[in-house]
């Protein structure tokens, strides 16, 4: 069954320092992958996506992740972090039978420091 | 354009209960599905609608239950409030073939006191 882990609950950077989250899936297949943004008391926000193709994806915000199966991993980076970037981030991963639901990790809760 | 909106944005009602949620998916998709975000946890599946029924369903009883409306929209109907409810309940709508990209509402907080 698919499944998200992400290992790191909070994670706190300085301004302008480099970003990396980790997750983690386990899936039968070539997955679906997904980054959401969550800001305090808000819906969530997609950030990137991967179905196929390049494992380098690049989203909105100066985010991009890499999709590397044979570690099943889908780490989100970004090269300078920004005080507006402080928020919860989730990785899921897209249903592998049924409907196109999506499973989600418990989330990293980004602090940045100025 | 209009994204996904939901309300009420609050809701306080007290156990045993029943409460009413809605849905008004992004222009152009005809897909909503439910989710319960949990304090401090990451959004878990609850159903899908589309063309009007339920198309899958996540690990959540039967006090859980939905409709979909003839313009898209949905409804999230809990009976039988427990305090365990208490949640941000998040609507996402896509579209009908397949598609894993959803987009999420504001959410609605329930709270059970």
């Known amino acids: 069954a698919q499944s998200v882990t992400q290992p790191d609950i909070h994670i706190t950077v300085s301004e302008g320092a480099s970003l990396e989250l980790r997750c983690n899936y386990s899936y039968g297949a070539t997955p679906y992958l997904f980054w959401y943004v969550q800001s305090p008391g808000q819906g969530l926000q997609l950030l990137l996506k991967y179905f196929s193709g390049d494992t380098l994806v690049q989203g909105i915000k100066g985010f991009e992740a890499e999709f590397k199966r044979s570690q099943s991993s889908f780490n989100l980076r970004k090269p300078s972090v920004h005080w507006s970037d402080a928020a919860e981030y989730f990785c899921?991963?897209?249903?592998?039978?049924?409907?196109?639901?999506?499973?989600f990790g418990t989330g990293t809760r980004l602090t940045v420091i100025p | 354009d209009a994204g996904v909106t939901q309300s009420p944005t609050h809701l306080i009602k007290t156990r045993g209960q029943q409460v009413t949620l809605r849905c008004s998916p992004k222009?152009?998709?005809?897909?909503v599905s439910w989710y319960q975000q949990a304090l401090g946890q990451g959004p878990q599946f609850i159903f899908q609608y589309y063309e009007e029924e339920e198309r899958q369903r996540g690990n959540f009883p039967d006090r859980f239950s939905g409709h979909q409306f003839p313009n898209y929209s949905s409804e999230l109907n809990v009976n039988a409030l427990l305090l365990g409810d208490s949640a941000l309940y998040l609507c996402a709508s896509s579209t009908g073939q397949g598609s894993y990209e959803q987009y999420f509402g504001p959410g609605t907080r329930l709270t059970v006191t």
């Open positions: 222009s152009g998709h005809d897909t």
């Open positions: 899921a991963v897209g249903a592998e039978t049924g409907a196109n639901n999506l499973f």
